[in-house]
């Protein structure tokens, strides 16, 4: 059996923490900034963790992750 392949687009937007889970950056931080409101900004800094139902696809194209 061929080792598997990541999927290396995923492995540069995703780390996983301690216990397994994944964690992401979020979106909409990029550009047209001005007409968003500095809490939003703010907010928009954290990482977040991905949704359950999107994991474990995820954790399918990162398995050495």
């Known amino acids: 059996m061929p080792k598997m392949k990541t999927k ?4 540069k ?5 301690g216990t397994g889970k994944l964690k992401r950056n ?12 500095p809490k939003t900004k ?3 800094r954290k990482p977040a963790i991905t949704d359950p139902s999107n994991a474990k696809t995820m954790k399918k194209i990162l398995p050495y992750l």
């Open 8 to 11: 290396r687009a995923a492995a």
């Open 13 to 17: 937007r995703f780390k996983a923490t």
């Open 26 to 37: 979020k979106a909409y931080k990029s550009h047209i900034l001005t007409k968003k409101s």
């Open 42 to 44: 703010r907010n928009l």
